[in-house]
Nanobody
Framework: QVQLVESGGGLVQAGGSLRLSCAASGRTFSRYAMGWFRQAPGKEREFVAAITWGGSSTYYVESVKGRFTISRDNAKNTVYLQMNSLKPEDTAVYYC???????????????????WGQGTQVTVSS
């Protein structure tokens, strides 16, 4: 069982930056690929970024490429999402998620992730 707790959300002006953190419980965090998803009001949850268990590979949705960076610190059981050049359309609740298949590759498919955090609100004002 893995528990995930996101933090770092807030209100920021367009063009600003935020760094989200996702702290994980459990000794096997370092074996799991991790992902970030988001859900805007009235929309379905969508994939944002993912990172392999060792951090060697990352993948992003096209709309955030060059602006967002996913990373992880396995010693701290934490995954991060650095968000720069934020836009109003980035406003959403952001969720981190863990793929429970140990040493798996990257997936942008929501169904690959079993463990989810409670979400953190990011609001970007214009």
């Amino acid at each position: 069982q893995v528990q995930l707790v996101e933090s770092g959300g807030g209100l920021v002006q367009a063009g600003g930056s935020l760094r989200l953190s996702c702290a994980a419980s459990g000794r096997t965090f370092s074996r799991y690929a991790m992902g970030w998803f988001r859900q805007a009001p009235g929309k379905e949850r969508e994939f944002v970024a993912a990172i392999t268990w060792g951090g060697s590979s990352t993948y992003y949705v096209e709309s955030v490429k060059g602006r967002f960076t996913i990373s992880r610190d396995n010693a701290k059981n934490t995954v991060y999402l650095q968000m720069n050049s934020l836009k109003p359309e980035d406003t959403a609740v952001y969720y981190c998620a863990a793929n429970p298949v140990e040493f798996s590759g990257i997936s942008y498919y929501e169904g690959s992730y079993t463990y989810w955090g409670q979400g953190t609100q990011v609001t970007v004002s214009s």
